[in-house]
């Protein structure tokens, strides 16, 4: 069923008038530079400090449970392996579930969506599901993988939020937030 909806994807929705987009939107986020540089700036602003500490330990749990634990131990190939295409990306290095983009697009935009409670949040949201729709559209990655990347980037937020809230009243982190 995911070749099936991932071939249907391309079939009707790839168009050489939006292959640049969605190559920009996928490599904008892919190597972390992003990610890093936002969470940074979180953190130096008093008043978004918190919702940056959160994200960072999101992406860094992350990391360990897509990169680190998933990936190598589920090995599944990617599906430009099994189905031939005219590829628009390079061949990607690493496996296939779960993906990595839209996890860390979500530990990160999830973080920020819970802590915060303005405009930019959707905005984020709305970029994240930009990002996840890539994966598809550039066919890097079956349906299953961005789905599984959306819940565990969403459980990471989750956990750093509860984590990070377990010592908000700590004296170092008080210190650390002030």
Same mark, same amino acid.
Request: aromatic share 12%; charged share 15%.
């Given at each position: 069923? +995911?070749?099936?909806?991932? /071939? ?10 939006? *292959? =640049? ?7 904008? @986020?892919? *190597? =972390?530079?992003?990610?890093? /540089? ?10 978004? !400090? ?27 190939? $990617?599906?430009?392996?099994? %189905? ?9 290095? +690493?496996?296939?579930?779960?993906? =990595? ?10 973080? %920020?969506?819970?802590? !915060?409670?303005? $405009?930019? !949040? ?12 890539? $994966?598809? %559209?550039?066919? /890097?990655? %079956? ?18 939020? @509860? ?8 004296? @170092? ?6």
């Amino acid at each position: 069923m +995911d070749l099936i909806i991932l /071939v249907w994807i391309h079939q009707h929705l790839v168009h050489e008038q939006l *292959n =640049g987009f969605f190559i920009i939107i996928t490599n904008l @986020w892919g *190597n =972390g530079a992003l990610a890093v /540089v936002l969470t940074l700036i979180l953190i130096i602003k008093k008043e978004t !400090r918190l919702t940056g500490l959160i994200i960072a330990v999101s992406l860094i749990l992350d990391i360990l449970v897509v990169n680190l634990t998933l990936k190598p131990l589920v090995a599944r190939p $990617r599906p430009y392996t099994i %189905y031939p295409i005219e590829m628009l990306l390079p061949d990607q290095k +690493d496996f296939s579930f779960p993906s =990595g983009h839209s996890a860390s697009v979500f530990a990160f935009v999830w973080a %920020y969506f819970i802590t !915060r409670k303005d $405009r930019l !949040r959707w905005i984020l949201l709305g970029f994240a599901l930009l990002i996840c729709f890539s $994966r598809l %559209y550039l066919f /890097v990655h %079956y349906p299953t993988d961005v789905l599984a990347g959306i819940v565990i980037g969403i459980l990471c937020a989750l956990s750093s939020k @509860w984590l990070i809230s377990k010592f908000t009243n700590e004296p @170092w982190m008080i210190k650390l937030l002030e």
